[in-house]
C-alpha cells in the first residue's frame, strides 16, 4: 500500500509541478519581477517609467533562477500529491471509486481549500505591498487550509444536515475571524500589478490543482487495479 501510495504520488506530482512551473514562468514570473522594480525604485508611479511593459523591464530567461523555480515547484506539488493521495486511498476504502476523471474534483476541492478559501480574505500579494506580521498570516493560512479541507471531506462524504452545517461552519469561521491585516494599506506597486498577480496566481492554481487530481486518480487506480481495492460497501 505504502509504495503505491509514494509512486503514485510522485509520478502525479512531479508531473503536475512541471506543468504549474511552466505556467508560473510564463503568466506569473513577469508579473512578480516587474513588481520587485517598483519595490526597489527602478520604476516610479508617475511620467513615462511607469508605462514599461513588463516584459521589457524584467529581462529575460535566467537558467539558474528559472530552473530552481522549476524543481521546487515539482517538489511543493509532489507534496500536495503525498497528501491528496493517501485521501484518496481512505475515500477508496469507504466505497468511493477513484478515477482520473473523479480526481478532477479532488483537485478543485484541493484548489478550494489550498488557495481559494484563503485567498478568499488573504489574497497573493506582490513584493512591496504592506502587509501584517509574516508568522501571524502564516498560521491563519494553515488553519484556514485544514478547515477548508475537513469543510470540502465533510461536503463530499458526510451523510447528514448535521455534516453539510459543520463544513458551512468551518469555511466561514476563518473569514468571520479575520486575517491579520497592516495598519495601514500603502505601496509603491500599482494596484494594477497586484490586482493582475492574483488573478494569475489563483487562475494557475486551479489550473494545477485540477490536473494534479486527475494525475492522482489516474496513477491510483492503476496502481489498484487488480490489486483487491477495496469495493463498495
Do not use: N
Amino acid at each position: 500500500m505504502f509504495t503505491r501510495i509514494l509512486t503514485s504520488a510522485l509520478f502525479a506530482g512531479a508531473a503536475t509541478g512541471l506543468i504549474a512551473a511552466l505556467l508560473q514562468l510564463v503568466f506569473v514570473q513577469p508579473v512578480l519581477l516587474h513588481a520587485e522594480l517598483y519595490e526597489s525604485g527602478e520604476l516610479v508611479h508617475f511620467g513615462a517609467a511607469s508605462a514599461v511593459p513588463a516584459e521589457q523591464a524584467v529581462g529575460g530567461f535566467s537558467p539558474v533562477r528559472d530552473g530552481l523555480s522549476i524543481v521546487f515547484t515539482m517538489l511543493i506539488y509532489s507534496g500536495y500529491a503525498l497528501i491528496l493521495v493517501p485521501l484518496m486511498a481512505l475515500a477508496q476504502g469507504r466505497g468511493a471509486r477513484i478515477t482520473a476523471r473523479a480526481g478532477l474534483i479532488w483537485g478543485v476541492c484541493g484548489f478550494v481549500a489550498v488557495h481559494f478559501a484563503p485567498g478568499l480574505t488573504l489574497a497573493p500579494e506582490v513584493p512591496g505591498v504592506a502587509a501584517a506580521d509574516v508568522g501571524a498570516r502564516q498560521v491563519w493560512w494553515v488553519l484556514t487550509v485544514v478547515a477548508a479541507a475537513a469543510a470540502m471531506w465533510l461536503i463530499g462524504f458526510g451523510k447528514s444536515w448535521l455534516h453539510w452545517g459543520a463544513a458551512a461552519v468551518l469555511l466561514i469561521a476563518p473569514h468571520a475571524i479575520g486575517a491579520p491585516e497592516p495598519e495601514v494599506f500603502t505601496g509603491p506597486v500599482p494596484t494594477e500589478i497586484g490586482a493582475l498577480f492574483a488573478a494569475r496566481a489563483l487562475g494557475i492554481g486551479m489550473a494545477a490543482w485540477v490536473v494534479l487530481g486527475g494525475f492522482a486518480g489516474y496513477f491510483w487506480a492503476r496502481e489498484t487495479a487488480g490489486q483487491g481495492a477495496a469495493q463498495p460497501a
